[in-house]
C-alpha cells in the first residue's frame, strides 16, 4: 500500500540552527502538507503546498519556514533558526484532492527536539 | 478562527460495548468532516469521513453529522481493546480556508477487556 514516508525520525539540533525535513508523498497525489503536533497538544496545520506553490498557510507558517519541493518526489520543510518552542513532531500529509473533498494521508513524523 | 472542540477524556468503555466520541465545530461553512485515530507517539490515520448530513457506516465505525447543530459525532460497536487511543475530529473548509484541516485536541479512549 502507498504511503508518505519521512526523514529523519527524530532530530536533535541546537537553537538558532537550521534544520531541513523531507518527506516522499504518495506519488500520484498533487496536494502537500506539514502538520506539527507539540506533545500533549493538538494537530496544527502549517501550510499546503500545490502546482509547486504554497496553496495555503497559517500564522505559525512565519518567515522562519519555507517549503519546497526540489524535485519530483521530495517535498521539504526548511526551519531557519530553530527555536525551544519548534521542538514537535512535524507531519507531512499528502492527498489528492483537496480537503475539503478528498482524505489526507500522513506519514510517520518527524521528531524535532530543539536544545 | 475556525474550533474544533471535544472532550478529552479518558473515556472508558468495556470490551464489546459501544463507545461514542463526540465533537463540535465552529464554522458553520466547513465542509467536509473526519475521524482519524492516533496511537501514542504514532500518526493521524484516517478511520472515516463524512461530507453530508446523517450517519455513514464502515465495518465497527459509524460517522453522524449533523451540520444544522455542528456536531459530529463516531460510534465504535463492538469495541475492542486495539480500539484504544486517541480520537481526533477534524474538520475542512469553510471561512477558514479549504486546504488545511482543523483538528481537536482528540478523546482518549480506554477499552477495558
Known amino acids: 500500500e502507498p504511503e508518505v514516508t519521512q526523514t529523519p525520525s527524530h532530530q536533535v539540533t541546537q537553537m538558532g540552527q537550521e534544520v531541513i525535513l523531507r518527506c516522499v508523498p504518495i506519488s500520484n497525489h498533487l496536494y502537500f502538507y506539514w502538520y506539527r503536533q507539540i506533545l500533549g497538544q493538538k494537530v496544527e496545520f502549517l501550510v499546503s503546498f500545490y502546482n509547486n506553490e504554497i496553496s495555503e498557510k497559517s500564522e505559525i507558517f512565519d518567515d522562519q519556514f519555507s517549503v519546497e519541493r526540489p524535485d519530483g518526489s521530495n517535498f521539504t520543510l526548511k526551519i531557519r533558526s530553530t527555536k525551544l518552542e519548534d521542538s514537535a513532531m512535524y507531519f507531512c500529509?499528502?492527498?489528492?484532492?483537496?480537503?475539503?473533498?478528498?482524505?489526507?494521508?500522513f506519514g510517520e513524523g518527524s521528531r524535532l527536539t530543539v536544545l | 478562527q475556525k474550533e474544533v472542540e471535544q472532550n478529552s477524556g479518558p473515556l472508558s468503555v468495556p470490551e464489546g460495548a459501544i463507545a461514542s466520541l463526540n465533537c463540535t465545530y465552529s464554522?458553520?461553512?466547513?465542509?467536509?468532516f473526519f475521524w482519524y485515530r492516533q496511537y501514542s507517539g504514532k500518526s493521524p490515520e484516517l478511520i472515516m469521513s463524512i461530507y453530508s448530513n446523517g450517519d455513514k457506516e464502515d465495518g465497527r465505525f459509524t460517522a453522524q453529522l449533523n451540520k444544522a447543530s455542528q456536531y459530529v459525532s463516531l460510534l465504535i460497536r463492538d469495541s475492542q481493546p486495539s480500539d484504544s487511543a486517541t480520537y481526533l475530529c477534524a474538520v475542512a473548509g469553510g471561512g477558514g480556508g479549504a486546504d488545511g484541516l482543523t483538528f481537536g485536541k482528540g478523546t482518549h479512549l480506554i477499552i477495558q477487556p
Open positions: 500529509a499528502s492527498s489528492a484532492l483537496r480537503p475539503a473533498t478528498g482524505e489526507l494521508f
Open positions: 464554522d458553520r461553512g466547513s465542509q467536509s
